[in-house]
């Protein structure tokens, strides 16, 4: 299942989920002895998508390893897309190259022409090794480093002519009422008659909203046409608000090809230090949540996505922070549905000057968050694109970084406001660059007493005023503390539930009554595995600040954030 609507009804895909061949290779051997042709007989048995360091004796592996599976076709041409597979993956189709991606949680394709039918095989190597230098996310973080083909994989028929791709834009009018759509539409044909042949006759573009032909485009098929379409009314248009999720469902057909895509109306503001969508003011009530399970890893069953989102709105969150990286779209799509609000950011996590300084850092950065952005752009959920998270924005290294990153954004998706999780509020030089200030802190877990929280805040509105940015809000991105579940005591010291609960209980009070500050998100949802680099640092080797421990049972804390926001 890897999304909660149908995307083609013409176009036959299959997915290549279940049993795969696997073998590690620590020693580097794959290359050379050419597994890729060749694999090894003593391969294992592994289920895709999944996670290899849940298998038994795997937990601690890092580097290399083989995935190989079988699979045929009917068509000649075919696009193999993958969903996630984390780090650097190089892919073989019947021995040959097809070539590599790197990033764990954002998808790539290949389109492979002039195949024969039938049975075919297609190798992946993944290669999930982490330094502290030039690798996104760096070695040292605090989530666990999952290898492994860990969303699935698709394959997609194809026939001489197909839809690759499709931006919707719309404007609304001033009484949010009516819209003019935008369409940009690529398909790509490999008919040898198409293009600059002699024999190239008319194709047609047909868009459906909601079932209903909405307009039709007659082009020309060339090796790839890009067809625009613009200002195309939609009257009386429902909107998409946040608990409230009205959406569209747009199907782009030619001949035996098809693409659906699905959209929400709304309009997204920052102005007098506030936060609106359809000119409603929305106080962010929220938590970060990660990805994590301890028998899934990375890979969530949509089963335990479903539980998480239940758990989380019955604490009366209106917003998630996809910590620290790309989502699932089928996640995405659930948000979408049920009208939470969501912020997705790059895994780039604690990157100091000599790492903002490598320009394979910045090409990595700015690769992944063009990938983020086109994949998820049509998503009304996502309401703010993050840049990145705690690395050191004291020094110049990190504006240029950042305004490299916010230029890119920007230059692909004007309707979002841009922002990043700063560590060091009273010292960070990148706020101009984003739209709104989000600070992490923990003052009375790592850092002095809790009510240095109110000295911080005063002194962050004092800073703003200084450098002119008096106009931005502010949101709490990250605030916690650790609560082992179970561990209740008398005494309440840190790592019990009682001292998260009280700690949780004085934060978002005080929040939530500084004007300025337009949303919060409790640090976290539920319990993580860290990387081994810090888990000599965390009790039972977890981020143990979930609301929820990691089997998604509350703590204490989650009965007194549920009964602030539902205050709220």
Request: hydrophobic share 35%; glycine share 8%.
């Amino acid at each position: 299942m890897i999304r909660l609507f149908e995307r083609h009804r013409k176009r036959c895909t299959y997915c290549l989920d279940g049993i795969w061949k696997f073998k590690t290779d620590p020693a580097g051997r794959g290359e050379k002895e050419e597994w890729y042709k060749h694999f090894p007989g003593d391969a294992v048995d592994i289920v895709v998508p999944s996670c290899w360091n849940n298998e038994l004796g795997l937990y601690e592996y890092e580097g290399k390893a083989w995935y190989a599976k079988k699979f045929r076709t009917r068509s000649e041409n075919i696009n193999i897309l993958f969903h996630g597979v984390t780090g650097q993956a190089e892919v073989y189709l019947d021995g040959n190259h097809l070539g590599g991606h790197y990033g764990g949680f954002t998808g790539f394709n290949f389109v492979v022409e002039n195949l024969p039918a039938g049975e075919h095989s297609l190798v992946v190597c993944v290669d999930n090794t982490h330094s502290d230098i030039d690798t996104i996310p760096l070695a040292r973080v605090d989530w666990y480093h999952y290898g492994g083909i860990t969303r699935s994989v698709e394959i997609m028929e194809l026939g001489d002519l197909w839809i690759k791709d499709c931006r919707i834009d719309y404007r609304l009018d001033e009484k949010l009422e009516n819209a003019l759509l935008d369409f940009e539409v690529t398909v790509q044909s490999f008919s040898k008659n198409t293009g600059a042949g002699h024999n190239a006759g008319p194709a047609y573009l047909d868009i459906y909203i909601n079932e209903r032909k909405f307009h039709t485009v007659e082009f020309k098929a060339e090796k790839e046409s890009v067809i625009k379409v613009e200002g195309l009314p939609l009257e009386g248009v429902k909107l998409w608000n946040p608990g409230e999720p009205n959406l569209y469902m747009v199907r782009f057909e030619t001949g035996n090809d098809d693409l659906t895509e699905r959209i929400g109306f709304r309009k997204i503001e920052i102005k007098n230090k506030k936060l609106y969508i359809n000119n409603r003011e929305v106080r962010l009530k929220g938590v970060n949540r990660h990805e994590d399970h301890p028998d899934w890893g990375f890979a969530l069953p949509y089963k335990l996505m479903k539980k998480d989102m239940d758990i989380i709105k019955n604490l009366g969150c209106n917003t998630i922070r996809g910590s620290h990286y790309p989502n699932a779209e089928i996640f995405l799509d659930l948000c979408d549905q049920e009208g939470i609000l969501f912020w997705e950011e790059i895994p780039m996590w604690g990157f100091r000057e000599e790492s903002l300084k490598n320009p394979l850092v910045l090409e990595r950065g700015l690769k992944m968050h063009e990938e983020m952005v086109r994949r998820d752009y049509h998503h009304p959920c996502i309401f703010v694109w993050g840049l990145h998270n705690e690395i050191d924005t004291r020094i110049p290294a990190a504006y240029e970084i950042t305004r490299a990153f916010a230029d890119k954004i920007r230059s692909i998706d004007k309707t979002r406001p841009l922002t990043y999780a700063s560590m060091y509020p009273l010292d960070d030089i990148c706020f101009s660059l984003v739209d709104i200030v989000s600070i992490n802190k923990y003052f009375g877990w790592y850092d002095g007493n809790i009510e240095k929280w109110v000295d911080c805040i005063a002194a962050l509105k004092e800073k703003l005023q200084n450098e002119n940015l008096s106009h931005m809000p502010i949101i709490i991105s990250e605030f916690g503390a650790g609560g082992i579940y179970g561990e209740n005591t008398f005494e309440g010291p840190k790592w019990t539930e009682n001292y998260q609960d009280k700690y949780l209980d004085y934060t978002i009070r005080l929040f939530s009554n500084v004007p300025d500050i337009i949303g919060m998100y409790v640090w976290q949802y539920c319990d993580i595995r860290t990387a081994r680099e810090m888990a000599l640092e965390r009790p039972r080797s977890f981020n143990n600040k979930g609301l929820v421990n990691e089997y998604r049972k509350p703590k204490q804390a989650y009965w007194t954030v549920k009964k602030l926001y539902e205050e709220l």
